[in-house]
């Protein structure tokens, strides 16, 4: 990867990271093309992570999802049209936050 260190996507609780290479590369040809620094605010979380072990683990314990830190409106918008550019099928907006996936069809986004 260019931009990102594979440890930036370790599981807060855990340290443990099973990110799928093909999503990294992924998130790293965005990064490429957005041309701004990313700031990676959950990346990997392992099933016995709090978040997921609430729930039936999702996107993130798959390895294929990241949040991304948002700082302003701008950045928020160029992140998420070249997201679905490159075929990012999983898009939820926060105030601080993008998350991203790559979950089957179809694509879906929403808000927090």
């Not at 855990?14 to 700031?39: I, S, W, Y």
């Not at 992570?49 to 830190?69: L, N, S, T, Y």
């Amino acid at each position: 990867m260019r931009y990102f260190a594979v440890a930036e996507f370790n599981c807060q609780y855990t340290g443990n990271n099973e990110m799928k290479p093909e999503f990294l590369e992924k998130l790293d040809q965005l990064r490429h093309v957005c041309a701004f620094p990313f700031v990676i605010t959950s990346g990997y979380r392992d099933p016995s992570h709090p978040i997921e072990a609430a729930k039936v683990p999702g996107r993130h314990a798959q390895g294929i999802a990241a949040d991304i830190q948002i700082l302003d409106s701008k950045s928020r918008f160029k992140i998420i049209k070249e997201a679905m550019k490159l075929g990012f099928t999983g898009i939820g907006v926060a105030d601080t936050f993008v998350h991203l996936d790559t979950r089957g069809a179809p694509p879906v986004m929403w808000t927090y």
